[in-house]
């Protein structure tokens, strides 16, 4: 359906009036917005601070990323590919050096070109050219029994193509990164891991064989595909993206017509590394729209949701608004509410996963398709909760206004039935950080996406699926 009222956000808590017209579908939302001196200067701040959480709790020996800090951790494959694309942010944003970025680019390449890969369940980080979605800190090997993920080897993958692209200098370390980049790529075996072609299974265990699901449907995994089908040495077949567009949920949520996915990081993690604007499948020629206007939907679709509240939730409002997978209090219920600890929450025509439990990497990811909304949203965030929601690496990863029990979420209710006004995490995410920092950036600048649309792979991938249009021609 299409929308183009004129939105009209009163923050009071901010003391400042925001009129902004919604885009017209198929355009630039970020390209149509004027950011103004006082949203500039925040996300100076956000953008700064959020980047200090990859430079900081980064192991800077192999480039292991914490999945969450402050709490001990084990290394996220996913926060490191989010970790390399926000290094150059901090180049071109002039936090670090470019020497300081591609030795520790370097560092992190050498790890995963060098670390073993075999099938053995043990003392290894990948096989067949993925990686283990979870990794010690210390020693880079397989973290308990968690899977060899595809997705989230796409993920760090993303962040790899982009350290490719971005060091394009004649010197010896800069021609290395390029080097391991493309050796640490083409090993990835795409063909292998179909086990009921043409889709690509989820993932592989040692003890068990492949996961018993693939991707399909809508999610993050266009990102996956792309990098699947532009594999210049393992490619999964050109029919793939045709099945995996078969299987989309057209529909109207909230009077917003997109292909729905409940939790907004689907309709954010692949555009990270990828300008999906102006550029369309055979699917989405169909449709009149391109991937950036169906994810702009979602966004608005999940701030209604919110707006209207319908379970009544504390504090959700044209400003407070964001269901994602992220933190929450507690598996428990309490008296007729359900509260639960990590899961993926969201609103969308395909289920809603509500309690109460709103996500800043929700609104933050979607920066770059809405900012008039997104922005506004972040600032009232940082304004009304204060400390309790940010802190030196930027928003923590989740709040919940609703839950009022005053010990953690670890420890339970208090025996004496003390309460405070809400639930705070304490942890920041890497997988949450990443795209706060990153699309803050492709919103002011469009640096990573500029950068990514001259990688070859990127390239040779979307063409594969069927992309035409604007800048891939």
């Known amino acids: 359906m299409k929308h183009f009222l004129t939105f009209l956000i009163f923050c009071s808590s901010l003391s400042i009036v925001c009129c902004q017209s919604v885009p017209e579908p198929g355009t630039s939302a970020s390209s149509q917005t004027t950011l103004t001196t006082a949203d500039n200067a925040f996300l100076d701040s956000l953008q700064r601070d959020t980047f200090r959480f990859f430079w900081e709790t980064t192991n800077p020996a192999n480039g292991m990323v914490p999945d969450r800090a402050p709490s001990q951790s084990f ?192 309709h954010q993690y692949s555009h990270c590394w990828i300008d999906f604007r102006g550029i369309r499948d055979e699917y989405m020629r169909g449709r009149g729209i391109d991937y950036a206007e169906n994810s702009r939907r979602a966004t608005y679709a999940n701030r209604a949701y919110c707006v209207n509240n319908p379970a009544k939730w504390q504090d959700y409002s044209s400003t407070i608004w964001g269901l994602t997978a992220c933190d929450g209090p507690k598996d428990t219920t309490v008296g007729s509410r359900n509260f639960f600890s990590y899961r993926a929450r969201g609103a969308a025509s395909t289920q809603i996963v509500d309690d109460g439990t709103i996500a800043p990497t929700a609104a933050g990811g979607s920066m770059a398709f809405a900012p008039e909304i997104c922005v506004p949203a972040l600032r009232a965030m940082k304004t009304k909760y204060g400390s309790k929601l940010y802190g030196q690496y930027g928003f923590r990863d989740a709040f919940n206004p609703t839950y009022r029990y005053a010990s953690s979420f670890a420890n339970g209710p208090t025996t004496n039935g003390e309460s405070t006004p809400g639930w705070f995490d304490v942890d920041y995410l890497g997988i949450d950080q990443g795209p706060i920092l990153i699309m803050a950036e492709n919103l002011r600048s469009n640096f990573v996406w500029n950068l990514m649309k001259r990688n070859p792979n990127i390239q040779r991938g979307l063409k594969r699926a069927g992309f035409t249009g604007d800048w891939l021609n």
């Open 75 to 266: 290394a996220s494959i996913a926060a490191v590919g989010f970790g390399l694309t926000s290094y150059l942010i901090g180049v071109e944003r002039s936090y670090i050096t470019r020497d300081q970025a591609a030795e520790r680019t370097v560092k992190t390449l050498r790890f995963f070109a060098q670390a073993p890969q075999s099938d053995k369940a043990t003392g290894v980080t990948g096989y067949k050219g993925f990686f283990y979605h979870f990794l010690d800190m210390k020693t880079g090997e397989r973290f308990k029994e968690v899977e060899l993920s595809t997705i989230d080897t796409a993920l760090l993958l993303g962040g790899i193509l982009s350290a490719q692209t971005y060091f394009d200098k004649d010197t010896p370390v800069e021609a290395e990164i390029r080097q391991l980049s493309g050796q640490i790529y083409e090993r990835v075996d795409w063909t292998w891991i179909q086990p009921r072609k043409p889709f690509v299974s989820m993932g592989w265990h040692p003890e068990k064989g492949f996961i018993d699901a693939d991707w399909k449907g809508y999610n993050e995994a266009m990102l996956l595909y792309v990098l699947a089908l532009g594999s210049p040495t393992h490619p999964v077949g050109s029919d793939t993206w045709a099945a995996w567009t078969k299987s989309y949920p057209w529909a109207t949520f909230y009077d917003q017509t997109h292909v729905n996915f409940d939790p907004l990081f689907g």
